[in-house]
């Protein structure tokens, strides 16, 4: 069966520090994979999503990046966070039906201080 | 373009109590509907989805929602609520099978005793 992991679970980073959180998918190949943030009272924004290798379409512009090294490693990283980076960060994966839904991953709560 | 919207923020029921939770679309284009359940701390986790066919669409858990084209609407509901249903629900929207689902700010739903 497909799983998805998810780490760390908990975070909690000075202002300007560098980020890498990283998610993995097992149990199937080419997943389109996502990273959403999660804030509260706002509901899920998307932040990246990859179709492939290498494929990274970023949906919000700000100082974060996403990279996807591997066919089922999706990595979130950030050279210098910022106060209002602190969330929840939900990576997920959909097969190639995506209209059959999100298998999503146990989630980072990042904290800036 | 397409949004999202739930039309409570929270909600509170007692414990058997029927209860509905709303959300309406905006898309000029056949869509897929989801709703998910985020329990504190966790991923969120498919309850249901509406890709075609019926517009009654039943779930796990009890849940079942359904699809009302003329109203762009996809209301969530269950007859009788329990203690353990207490989380955060959200409504998504996916356009024709693109890679990008946009969900809804998410409604708390609150199960008292």
């Known amino acids: 069966s497909q799983t998805i992991h998810q780490w760390p679970a908990t975070l909690v980073q000075p202002v300007g520090s560098p980020l890498s959180l990283e998610c993995t998918v097992e149990g199937t190949s080419n997943p389109n994979l996502y990273w959403y943030r999660q804030a509260a009272g706002r509901g899920l924004q998307l932040l990246f999503y990859s179709i492939g290798i290498g494929q990274i379409s970023s949906e919000v512009p700000q100082n974060l990046s996403a990279s996807r090294p591997q066919d089922r490693q999706f990595i979130l990283s950030s050279k210098k966070l910022l106060l209002s980076d602190s969330g929840f960060y939900l990576c997920?994966?959909?097969?190639?039906?995506?209209?059959?839904?999100?298998?999503f991953g146990s989630g980072t709560r990042l904290t800036v201080v | 373009a397409q949004s999202v919207t739930q039309l409570d923020s929270q909600v509170p029921v007692f414990e058997e109590a029927p209860v509905e939770l709303r959300c309406n679309y905006s898309?000029?284009?056949?869509?897929?509907l989801f709703w998910y359940v985020q329990y504190p701390n966790q991923g969120l986790q498919l309850l249901l989805k509406?890709?075609?066919?019926?517009?009654l669409v039943k779930g796990i858990n009890g849940f079942e929602a359904e699809f009302n084209k003329s109203q762009t609407s996809f209301h969530l509901r269950k007859p009788s609520v329990h203690i353990s249903d207490t989380a955060e629900y959200f409504c998504a929207v996916n356009r024709g099978g693109g890679f990008k689902t946009i969900f809804g700010a998410g409604t708390r739903l609150f199960v008292k005793a």
């Open positions: 898309s000029s284009v056949s869509v897929y």
């Open positions: 509406y890709l075609s066919g019926s517009t």
């Open positions: 997920a994966w959909s097969g190639d039906r995506v209209n059959y839904g999100y298998t």
